[in-house]
């Protein structure tokens, strides 16, 4: 984190925003209703924006408000754009979190007294809990699982909640789930009311069965998705916390979000007899190895199967009585999916290593080979499949290399007790023809990447990728009952073969490692549950229907979304520990925490009328509706289209008030999340919408803006490093609007965007100097030039300013606020800075106001409060929340295009001059300076060159033909080497094509125009006094380049002037001013031949930074040149013995005499060496 050095400016935002949010809230700004059918308000559209409501298990982070912050800017554009804009914001409370931290904290007390007196580390093991298995249930040692060795040295629940800050007294009550729900939520509305959320805090409520009317709007969802048939019971393979007893869905995960199950085909490989001595003890008991493997298809070219020496495995009774051998990992998986007569329980019959097995003889499935071998693979890992491995060398580098590394290396054999026989006589089994690899792929490709061992990791895992996949969607079989076909089309087939004979199982298990929020390690598990039907094909076209009307923002979404439709399939909907709402038929279970939030958005339409602003639903609404008497026939009025009026005692007028709230504002216009939940939550939103409203497209979501995630100072967020910060302590360190800049300036695509302190700091600094300018106009507006707005430059600021307006105006609709910064604000500050420089004829009054009043809007959406203020200050009576979104007049491009051309100009002859100035080294490599130049002759070409012209009518003629395409420089170069007027100057041409292609993918077809489209003459003409003033030079003249020699013709072209400099010489004056205490000094100056009144007093001003503007300044010669200066003057008669010069006159030099005099109306007045000047 940044150390700062003072906060004076983010204080001084602070008492701002303060200020204002008070008055938004007296004013109930944010607070809407359905427009009355007929009002003029009906007429208005629509605009309702919602954000997925963040869990209640402590502060909101800056991550939290990363996403909301689209939300924010969107409605705050939509509300400008003259929508009328709902943005509510609900608290989610369901789910395993806020309990297991309550039940964690109450164990705490019950083991460590109050206040907790805590060992130094955990001696005892934690007992397991009733539903907790047992993973081995004889006499053999326990041990800890991984996750409970990781969590091991983890932080207590109570020193979790010592950290935010709490005292003892307070920490005790959170061991009641309950005041967890009192407690979070008040705090979550208060920091986003700091925030200056566009909210309706009117509709917020929190989940769970503690808000009866939530509670019953869930229920009702549920008996209405059951009676659709989309939810059903029975055995599904799902995601199991064992430490939980139940399943273990995202969000009640530390580690895994969006991991689901994998599905492998478990191998039985019989141990054939005689047994090793390790398993003598089980003669007469059937002894399989059992591997996991993902292509069943290849089983029929096992040549042996491999086990890790060094690795522990388990012998277990499978509930057949045949004995399985596994890693105990992977026989704790299989104890919840019936491999086992209990659940969860593994009835271990020994422990082994895997050389305990080494050598031993196999019966496998399939395979040409009556028996085959375990042999010694070292790179085996424990945590996939079962540490069995099946080995087929034709189809997998990673086993024709270890084959391989054994048939070569007979110590290795030796080593492993491995005899010749179990090795030397197995070859690779052709059985997939693969084209381009043949029907050994795995061999073939081991060959052309020169694998020489199985330690050449990085070559396997190439030639990995580029076998399996290939031989997925393009391989052949070669085997009998099976040739011919494609191997995609028989994987299953030969799956279901295997399982049928009895030779292979289903086993399942994550596909990644999940930790559940109580730090245990996840199985798959068959559970008896209540599931809702993903895979359900015609709810999933439905779900895809709906998807192709949805505005995703960006195609990666879209993909994202279309992934996940394709393969979600059963999602648990129920549990039995957690917090939330009972299922209506089956109170044993809870509904978990993804499946009550997909339409609660319907809820959010109404939530106001029914809960009277309280955020647990204990006190009836503005209506009088008690929980109660919300039946299911009164939802269903609500919420679905059709259906009757309910027999109910709620008067019908405040029914019909209900469900002209849902009509008017629902579907949701605009959902915004974090790319995370696009696999579950925001899938699972389409999927319900479609079920509850599947004949009226109307209620379905229309947009999804998915956002990556935030890095903190290009770091990702992490409370145990520091670099974190909640949405509080960035507010107190910010400021709401610096916070929100630098939001907006973080990032805009779902890749991982970047909060920059450093960034959000300059922000501050910038938002401040633009509200201190604003004051500043107004107080000096009386000084500003009136009149006319029509010269060059205030031309192209107005241009510049409706260009800025459509520009981001574009960007707030594609919710790309980071371009809506940039051109409305960054971009927008820049046109008025160069504007306020070049206008030398000082700032229009009207413009400077119009773009106050447009910078105010333009940055509204992002920086509302310091905007709010600005208008306050532009004397607006009305808040800038009703006000409108400028309208952009017309945008002059080619005059901006002209206004660009002259400060590139600019640019390039000061560049020019400096370069002019350093005339070489001289001794000891010391730069040599000549003098600076005082005059410059700028030319301008209206044509280009010949050799030009000709090149860029060959490149024109290619973009013409190719549809804005060019050939590469190679065809260019032999093309134009043919053309006889460019021969001698080939050394020229390339690079002068290069620089036309690189201006073209930055400027478009317009260069390759042969003329410009303004003239380059008038544009520096009209900004002499400009360029003259800002190149410090005492005249600039500019001249076609038609009228110079060849030299300047031949560098001269459209665009690119050509400047000659030059020191005029000059005869030195003593400039001298005679008033006191006013910061003007007495100072030397050359006069040139040609000067007047003008050129001195703009030169004196290059001098003295003190003078801004010529009017002001009064240039006097004295009567007597040779007495006047020696001379003493009385104070308050400056003017005595002295005559101003005229605006007519001009001055003469003699270099020879050092003499200077002026000519006035004919009259030749010498003036001596010294002028007098006042400044006004």
Not at 945 to 954: D, E, F
Request: with cysteine.
């Amino acid at each position: 984190m940044t150390e700062r050095k003072g906060t004076a400016k983010v204080d001084y935002l602070k008492r701002i925003e303060k200020d204002i949010q008070k008055k938004w809230d007296e004013d109930k700004l944010f607070e809407i209703d359905a427009a009355e059918p007929g009002s003029e308000e009906s007429g208005l559209p629509k605009y309702f924006v919602t954000f997925p409501y963040p869990y209640m298990n402590g502060r909101l982070h800056l991550g939290h408000t990363f996403s909301l912050s689209k939300c924010e800017f969107s409605v705050g554009f939509q509300r400008l754009k003259g929508k009328r804009c709902l943005f509510p914001f609900g608290l989610h409370c369901t789910g395993m979190p806020i309990k297991a931290c309550a039940d964690k904290l109450k164990r705490e007390l019950e083991l460590y007294g109050y206040p907790p007196q805590f060992p130094d580390e955990e001696e005892e093991e934690e007992k397991p809990s009733e539903n907790q298995e047992v993973t081995i249930i004889d006499k053999a040692k326990g041990k800890k699982s991984k996750a409970a060795a990781k969590s091991g040295h983890a932080k207590f629940q109570w020193n979790i909640m010592e950290s935010l800050g709490l005292s003892h007294e307070e920490i005790v009550q959170f061991a009641e789930a309950e005041y967890w729900l009192d407690y979070f939520p008040v705090l979550a509305v208060q920091d986003l009311k700091r925030m200056g959320l566009k909210v309706d805090w009117r509709r917020s409520f929190i989940t769970t069965d503690v808000n009866p009317f939530y509670d019953s709007f869930v229920k009702w969802q549920f008996v209405n998705l059951k009676e659709r048939s989309k939810i059903k019971f029975g055995k599904r393979y799902t995601i199991y916390s064992p430490k939980d007893g139940q399943p273990c869905m995202d969000h009640d995960r530390q580690t895994g979000e969006g991991v689901g199950p994998q599905e492998y085909t478990l191998i039985k490989m019989k141990i054939l007899q005689p047994y090793p001595p390790k398993l003598s003890g089980l003669k007469g008991r059937n002894i399989f190895l059992v591997a996991a493997t993902l292509r069943p298809e290849t089983m029929f070219g096992q040549t042996n199967c491999w086990v890790r020496p060094d690795m522990k495995y388990i012998a277990f009774e499978v509930v057949n009585g045949d004995i399985f051998i596994s890693t105990q990992r992977a026989a704790r998986n299989m104890s919840f999916q019936e491999y086992t007569r209990d659940n969860g329980k593994v009835p271990l019959v020994m422990e082994l290593i895997g050389k305990d097995i080494l050598g031993v003889s196999l019966s496998a499935p399939l395979t040409s080979y009556n028996v085959i071998y375990a042999l010694p693979m070292l790179t085996i890992k424990e945590d996939k499949g079962s540490g069995i491995v099946t080995s087929v060398p034709s189809d997998a580098p990673d086993d024709i290399a270890a084959l391989r590394d054994l048939k070569n290396k007979k110590a290795l054999r030796e080593k492993y007790g491995i005899t010749d026989e179990m090795v030397l006589p197995f070859e690779p089994i052709p059985i997939i023809e693969i084209p381009g690899y043949g029907n050994l792929s795995a061999p073939t490709v081991c060959e052309e990447l020169k694998i020489q061992s199985q330690n050449d990791r990085e070559k396997l895992a190439e030639a990995k990728e580029r076998v399996y996949l290939k031989g997925f969607y393009e391989g052949i079989m070669l085997v009998d009952g099976f040739r011919g076909q494609k191997v995609h089309e028989v994987k299953k087939l030969i799956q279901q073969k295997m399982i049928n004979s009895g030779e292979a199982v289903i086993y399942m298990e994550p596909e990644k490692q999940i930790i559940s929020r109580s730090a245990d390690e996840c199985v798959v598990a068959l559970c008896d549950q209540w599931y809702l039907d993903y895979g359900e094909e015609n709810w999933k076209k439905q779900a895809m229907r709906c998807l192709t009307t949805l505005e995703t923002f960006c195609e990666e979404t879209r993909r994202n979304f279309e992934a996940s439709l394709n393969w979600l399939q059963d999602h648990a909907c129920s549990r039995t520990y957690g917090l939330g709402s009972r299922l209506p038929w089956d109170d044993q279970w809870l509904i978990e925490s993804l499946s009550d939030s997909t339409i609660y958005m319907a809820y959010y339409t109404i939530a106001h009328l029914l809960q009277g602003g309280t955020l647990n639903g204990q006190q009836s609404g503005p209506l009088g509706i008690r929980p109660e008497q919300m039946t299911r026939e009164v939802w269903d009025y609500i919420f679905l289209p059709n259906a009757p009026r309910p027999k109910t005692q709620i008067p019908q007028k405040s029914l019909d008030q209900l469900k002209r709230e849902f009509e008017y504002w629902y579907a949701v216009d605009l959902r915004v999340s974090g790319k995370d939940l696009v696999p579950n939550h925001l899938s699972y939103y389409l999927y319900n919408h479609v079920a509850m409203w599947p004949g009226d497209s109307a209620k379905w979501p229309k947009a999804v803006r998915a956002n990556g995630h935030l890095l903190l100072n290009s770091e990702k967020m992490s409370k145990s490093t520091g670099n974190f910060l909640t949405l509080s302590e960035a507010i107190d360190k910010f400021s709401t609007d610096g916070m929100r800049f630098a939001l907006a300036d973080a990032g805009d695509t779902v890749e991982d965007a970047n909060f920059v302190e450093t960034m959000a700091d300059a922000g501050i600094l910038r938002l401040y100097t633009w509200v201190e300018w604003v004051k500043e106009m107004i107080a000096n507006q009386q000084s500003l030039r009136a009149g006319p707005a029509n010269t060059f430059n205030d031309r192209v600021f107005l241009s510049e300013m409706n260009a800025g307006i459509v520009k981001t105006e574009q960007h707030y609709e594609k919710m790309m606020f980071k371009d809506a910064l940039k051109t409305g604000f960054f971009e927008f500050q820049a046109a008025k800075d160069k504007y306020r420089e070049v206008a030398v004829e000082g700032m229009h009054r009207d413009l400077v106001f119009s773009f106050i009043q447009t910078q105010t809007l333009l940055l509204a959406p992002i920086c509302p409060h310091l905007c709010e203020h600005i208008w306050t200050l532009l004397g607006k009576t009305e808040s800038l929340m009703r006000a409108r979104w400028p309208v952009a007049g017309a945008v002059d491009e080619i005059l901006i295009r002209s206004s660009q051309y002259l400060m590139e100009t600019a640019h390039d002859v000061r560049l020019r001059a400096k370069n002019y100035m350093v005339v070489g080294k001289g001794k000891k490599g010391f730069v040599k300076q000549s003098q600076r130049p005082s005059h410059c002759s700028i030319y301008v070409a209206k044509n280009y060159p010949p050799w030009q012209h000709i090149a860029l009518l060959v490149l024109r003629k290619h973009y013409e033909k190719s549809n804005g395409l060019l050939p590469d420089n190679k065809t260019i170069a032999s093309e134009l080497k043919d053309l006889p007027e460019l021969k001698k100057y080939m050394k020229k041409v390339m690079p002068f094509v290069a620089m036309i292609k690189e201006n073209l993918e930055k400027n478009g077809s317009r260069v390759l125009d042969l003329e410009l489209e303004f003239d380059e003459r008038s544009v520096l003409t009209e900004n002499i006094v400009y360029l003259t003033n800002s190149l410090e030079l005492d005249h600039i003249d500019v001249h076609f380049a038609s009228e110079a020699d060849d030299k300047v013709r031949e560098e001269c072209c459209p665009g690119k002037p050509f400047c000659a400099f030059r020191t005029e010489p000059g005869v030195s004056l003593f400039l001298v001013n005679p008033q006191p205490a006013n910061g003007h000094f007495s100072t030397r100056m050359e006069i040139r031949q040609g000067d007047n009144k003008d050129t001195i007093i703009r030169r004196l001003m290059k001098m003295d930074k003190g003078i801004k503007d010529v009017s002001r300044v009064k240039l006097l010669r004295f009567v007597e040149p040779a007495l006047g200066p020696r001379q003493v003057p009385v104070l308050g008669k400056e003017c005595v013995g002295k005559l101003p010069v005229s605006d007519k006159a001009s001055f003469h030099i003699d270099l020879a005499a050092k003499t200077i005099h002026l000519t006035d109306n004919g009259v030749k007045l010498g003036v001596g060496d010294t002028l007098l000047y006042l400044v006004h």
